[in-house]
C-alpha cells in the first residue's frame, strides 16, 4: 500500500496521469545489465538465454526478458557485467554529450558501484575517477565493484563533501552527485523504501542533498560539469535542488539532446524524470549543470615524495604481469604493492596524502619472504596478463565452489599460484600444494549458499 502523502504529493505533479503512474508502481520491474568490455559479448551466455533487449540510451545496457539466477553466474562474480537499473544508464549519455574521457571526474556518493564503473569505463585510460562513499560499511562494497570491473582508473575515497571544497578547489572537470534521497523510485523494488517514506524524510533528505551540493561545489571548476541525480518523484528532492545548484550556487541548466521514443519527460522547471508508466525503468531524476565562469586558479598538485613509490622497472616481477607494464607506477606499502596509471601519478600521489583513500590502484603483489605472491585484484584487472601463471579452466560446479572459497583438488597441476578461469575469464588464485591447495579467493567477497 502506498503512502497517501506521497500520493497527494504526486497529484499535483502528475495530473490526469497520476492513475497510470499509481498502477505502473504495481507491475513488475524490469530486469536489466550493463556489459563490461572485459569479455566478448557472445561470451555472456547466461545473458543470451535470459534473453537480450538493447537499452537505448546506453550501448552496454540491456533489457532481460527472464532474470536469470545471477549468483550462479561465475562470470557475474568476475566483473563481467552489473546488474544495473536502466534509468541510472542514462548517465551514459549525459557523459558521452557533455564530459570529454580525459577528464577528472569525482563521483561524489558512490556506493555501490553502478555509476561509478560505468564512469570508469567511459573515461577508459585517458581519465581518472574519484569515487567517493561517506558510509564505512557500503565504501567497501563501492571498492569491491570498482576491482572486479577492472579498469585501473579509479581511487576510491571515504570522506565528506566537505573535504573536497575545502582541500580540492577548481579540481574536478565533472562533479557527479547521485545524492542519498527518500528512494520514492525503488517503491517496486524494495518494499522498504515504502516503509520508510515519509514527508519529514523528503523535507530531510532535501536538506541534506543542498549541504552535499554546497560543500562539494568549490571541488568543481569554472565551466565544469554537475551532474545532480536522485530516485526520487518529488519536486523537493528534485527541481527545488536544480534551481537551488542555479540561481544559490551559480550555474547554467544544460540541454541534454534525446530520442523522443525514449519517453523520458522533460520537466517544465529542470531536469529529466523517468517515470515507470512512461519509461522501461525504474523512478529516476537528472539534472546538468555547466558552473558559471568566473577567474579562478587552477587546481595544481604539490609533488610530495611518497614512500615506497617505485616504478615497475625496480620490481621485475610484476612487470611481468601486466600486458602493458609502461602504464603503470607501483606504490609499495609494507609487504603489499598497487599498480596505478603513471599518467596520473602525481595526482594520485597527492590524493592519497590528503584524502582517505581505501584504494588509489590495484592490488598486484604481496610480499612473503622472498617471493612475491599475486593479490586477488589483479585476476580482475584488466591490463593483467594471464599468460603469467599457469592456468586451470574450471567447470561450472567447480568455479562455484572456488567462489564459495572452497579448497580444490588439482591432480595433475603444477605446485604454486594457478590462475583459475571459468570460460576463458579469470575468477582468482589458488596456491597449490601437491594433494590440495589453498584458495585466494577474497573470504569477505565469497558466495555464501550451498
Known amino acids: 500500500m502506498?503512502?497517501?502523502?506521497?500520493?497527494?504529493?504526486?497529484?499535483?505533479?502528475?495530473?490526469?496521469?497520476?492513475?497510470?503512474?499509481?498502477?505502473?508502481?504495481?507491475?513488475?520491474r524490469e530486469t536489466s545489465v550493463r556489459l563490461n568490455d572485459k569479455v566478448s559479448f557472445e561470451a555472456l551466455s547466461v545473458l543470451h538465454d535470459a534473453g537480450m533487449?538493447?537499452?537505448?540510451?546506453?550501448?552496454?545496457?540491456?533489457y532481460l526478458k527472464r532474470r536469470p539466477q545471477f549468483t550462479l553466474d561465475p562470470l557475474m562474480h568476475a566483473g563481467c557485467y552489473y546488474v544495473q537499473e536502466a534509468s541510472s544508464m542514462f548517465l551514459d549519455e549525459v557523459l558521452a554529450q557533455f564530459v570529454?574521457?580525459?577528464?577528472?571526474?569525482?563521483?561524489?556518493?558512490?556506493?555501490?558501484?553502478?555509476?561509478?564503473?560505468?564512469?570508469?569505463?567511459?573515461?577508459?585510460?585517458?581519465?581518472?575517477?574519484i569515487t567517493n562513499e561517506v558510509v564505512r560499511q557500503r565504501v567497501f562494497i563501492l571498492s569491491e565493484n570498482i576491482q572486479k570491473w577492472g579498469n585501473g582508473n579509479a581511487v576510491v575515497t571515504h570522506n565528506q563533501a566537505r573535504d573536497f571544497g575545502d582541500k580540492a578547489e577548481n579540481l574536478f572537470d565533472c562533479v557527479l552527485v547521485d545524492a542519498p534521497c527518500s528512494g520514492e523510485g525503488l517503491f517496486r523494488k524494495d518494499e522498504g523504501a515504502v516503509d520508510e517514506w515519509s514527508l519529514r524524510n523528503v523535507q530531510m533528505c532535501a536538506e541534506r542533498q543542498r549541504d552535499i551540493l554546497r560543500y562539494v561545489w568549490p571541488a568543481l571548476k569554472p565551466g565544469g560539469i554537475l551532474i545532480y541525480s536522485t530516485c526520487t518523484y518529488n519536486p523537493s528532492e528534485d527541481e527545488d535542488n536544480a534551481l537551488f545548484i542555479r540561481d544559490t550556487l551559480g550555474a547554467d541548466?544544460?540541454?541534454?539532446d534525446i530520442d523522443p521514443a525514449w519517453n523520458i519527460t522533460l520537466s517544465a522547471r529542470a531536469g529529466y524524470h523517468f517515470y515507470p508508466h512512461k519509461t522501461r525503468g525504474e523512478g529516476f531524476y537528472l539534472c546538468v549543470f555547466r558552473k558559471r565562469e568566473a577567474p579562478f586558479t587552477p587546481f595544481r598538485a604539490k609533488a610530495e615524495k611518497t614512500r615506497g613509490s617505485k616504478t615497475v622497472d625496480e620490481l621485475g616481477e610484476?612487470?611481468?604481469w601486466l600486458q602493458h607494464p609502461e602504464r603503470w607506477s607501483i606504490r609499495q606499502s609494507d609487504r603489499f604493492t598497487e599498480a596505478y596509471p603513471t599518467r596520473h601519478?602525481?595526482?594520485?600521489?597527492w590524493l592519497s596524502t590528503h584524502f582517505?583513500?581505501?584504494?588509489?590502484?590495484?592490488?598486484?603483489?604481496?610480499?612473503?619472504?622472498?617471493?612475491?605472491?599475486?593479490?586477488?585484484?589483479?585476476?580482475?584487472?584488466?591490463?593483467?596478463?594471464?599468460?603469467?601463471?599457469?592456468?586451470?579452466?574450471?567447470?561450472?560446479?567447480?568455479?562455484?565452489?572456488f567462489l564459495r572459497s572452497e579448497a580444490l583438488i588439482l591432480p595433475n597441476q603444477p605446485s604454486g599460484y594457478?590462475?583459475?578461469?571459468?570460460?576463458?575469464?579469470?575468477?582468482?588464485?589458488?596456491?597449490?600444494?601437491?594433494?590440495?591447495?589453498?584458495?585466494?579467493?577474497?573470504?569477505?567477497?565469497?558466495?555464501?549458499?550451498?
Not at 500520493?7 to 507491475?27: C, K, N, W, Y
Not at 594457478?418 to 589458488?430: A, C, D, E, I, R
Open 253 to 256: 541548466v544544460l540541454k541534454v
Open 100 to 129: 570529454r574521457p580525459d577528464s577528472i571526474v569525482l563521483d561524489m556518493c558512490g556506493a555501490p558501484g553502478g555509476k561509478a564503473t560505468l564512469i570508469s569505463q567511459f573515461l577508459n585510460e585517458e581519465g581518472l575517477l
Open 2 to 28: 502506498l503512502p497517501f502523502d506521497f500520493i497527494e504529493q504526486m497529484r499535483p505533479v502528475l495530473g490526469g496521469e497520476l492513475d497510470a503512474f499509481l498502477r505502473s508502481l504495481q507491475t513488475e
Open 318 to 320: 610484476l612487470q611481468s
Open 345 to 349: 601519478k602525481e595526482l594520485i600521489d
Open 53 to 62: 533487449e538493447e537499452v537505448p540510451w546506453c550501448p552496454d545496457g540491456y
Open 418 to 450: 594457478l590462475l583459475m578461469t571459468y570460460q576463458g575469464v579469470p575468477l582468482g588464485f589458488v596456491k597449490n600444494i601437491g594433494n590440495h591447495s589453498n584458495n585466494l579467493y577474497p573470504n569477505e567477497w565469497r558466495i555464501r549458499y550451498k
Open 356 to 401: 582517505t583513500c581505501v584504494s588509489t590502484g590495484f592490488g598486484i603483489g604481496e610480499l612473503r619472504g622472498k617471493h612475491v605472491a599475486p593479490q586477488h585484484s589483479l585476476s580482475m584487472l584488466k591490463d593483467f596478463r594471464k599468460e603469467a601463471f599457469p592456468q586451470v579452466e574450471l567447470s561450472l560446479d567447480m568455479a562455484l565452489a
